[in-house]
């Protein structure tokens, strides 16, 4: 027999950017725990509002199932003495087992010989006496980073607990949670419907709560948000931009939620769009509206949590919040712009960058000097690009990056392309920020690119050459991101460069006189240690960067096209065998090294002749892929090797008792890992593909 369980915590307000996720992890800390205790279940939902916490779970067993339990107790000849009574051993087992005498133990036959042995049917616990201990464990387990404490209670959670609902069918689970007794009641719409109600079951929960004005399914709620922005928007000649990321905001801020659109005056377009934007959907919450050829239009929708009798008057109040930001986002764009850009950067002197790294001014000339270097690399403009990275930080002095730090970079296109600097000086101020995280875009113009590497390889080296280097969960400058942006740029942009020899050069730049060489090679481990990741979100094994790692190779974008070579190289049939091959020839040469040349004359056996003649070809073969950056080629030409290389394993004795012979059958298998180790050590990947 099975019933639906309903679990509702009621809480004061939620905070809004976790509320999808707390939802979504109650009902997964749920799942786990029935899993863990057997309870056989159907689907389970979550629900989240601001003021709650929900799951459903439906047809869930009242009880586990039965369990037989079998436990081996003594060896008979220690369980009873010469005379045939039970020893202690026997009692002992008995007591352990819930039995006062061993007689009603059975005896069974073992590969020990026979032993005592107790076995019994088990029943099942109710689930009723089980869902309060997985339900604190659920609670307990939510990542939430930090609870707080309420009233007098020692209980802690992400807000202070109100009501809980445990219903089992459409009975309560008695039982105190989060210091609070559970019950059927429950809330529905602060404004709207305040009173307390009774839910009468698990499957009418929506249905009521929904009487009561609250859309209790967060993903329901934020469609019914979507569909009703968009609706006002179209309705207004526009459409909604609607980020995804305030979308969930919005929705988890909303139980009721009601979309209004709102106006302000049309002068204010004249302010960059950006800060327009930042504005409204940063500070306000609000949805932009813009026309079809995407300009912004004086339009904005809001979504309210009340269904107002007077909505024209929750209009107004929002239109006269957001008049007087633009007024100040407008008066910031008039200020910066008569000043320019070049003569803001001597006030960057004046700006600490890191107290051992000097000012923002010292960074632009690491910056510019480095991006120089970088410029040939790139295909990009030198004076070009050290013009835009003199400039790459004037534009966080602006009032309006004050106001706005999101903006940075965006400003100083705009103030850039004001004070006539070309055009592609004013990209490279916007792209040096890009990626801005995960999934961004990258930047595009050679400058851009140029300067976004220059900027993240001094911050780097900067960093690390002061040993501020992240360690743990603690990373304040962002390391993390800036190098995995610069593996992305160098990797997506196909730019090749030494990227040890670019660290190298920016930590002699760097204040503090430490060893750059070391602190070059510390930040390059740490970097490319990065490209793991970034391997496995394109479904690339761990082993992959193994295999390349300790070839020596500097240029991370040739480090992730071997990789992908070996990517596809391990799921050819012929792989796991040359795999094999070259991990047994890598531990033999451990064991003898061979010597440097081999001499054709001393290959006695047809198996090394043939082996040797097929060798040649495919050095040549690889060396030509290599050549040409074809990897996947070159892995693809050491197939030619498998058939001789296993006949050779088959009829020749490496290790001869003639040392010459033997040397030179060393020296043979030495030229054979060259010619493998050349593309990647195929040995590292011995583990991934099962051979031994």
Known sequence: MTRSLLVEIGTEELPPKALHGLGEALAAGLREGLGEARLEHAAIRSFATPRRLAVRVEALAERQPDTRIEKLGPALGAAYDDDGAPTSAALGFARSCGLSDPAQLERIDTDKGPRLCFRALQAGAESAALLPGLITRALQDLPIPRRMRWGARRVEFVRPVHWVVLLLGDQVVEVDILGVRSGRHTRGHRVHAPQEFVLTSPESYEKQLEEAFVIADFSARRQRIREGVEALAAAAGGRALIDPELLDEVTALNEWPVPLLGRFDAHFIEVPREALISSMQNHQKYFPVASADHHLLPLFITVANIDSRQPESVIAGNERVIRPRFADAAFFYATDRKTSLADRRQELRGIVYQHQLGSLFDKTERVAALAATLAPLVGADAATTTRAAALAKSDLVSAMVGEFAELQGVMGRYYAAHDGEPAAVAEAL????????????????????????????????????????????????????????????????????????????SAARQPGGTDPDAVARRVFDYVIGRLRGLGEEQGMPPEALLAVIELGIHDPLDLWRRMEAVNTFIEHPDAASLIATDKRIANLLQRAPPPAAVDRERLTAPAESALWECLQETERQVATRISERDYRGALEALRTLRAPVDRFFEEVLVMAEDADLRNNRLALLGALRRTFIVIADLSRLAARVGAQ
């Open 430 to 505: 916007f792209e040096q920020y890009l990626p801005r995280h995960a999934g961004d875009s990258l930047p595009v113009t050679p400058a851009g690119v140029a300067l976004a590497l220059a900027d993240r390889i001094d911050t780097l080296a900067g960093i690390f050459s002061v040993g501020e280097e992240p360690s743990g969960s603690r990373d304040p400058f962002g390391l993390r991101r800036a190098a995995i942006a610069v593996l992305r740029i160098l990797i997506e942009r196909e730019v090749e460069v030494d990227l040890l020899a670019l660290f190298a050069q």
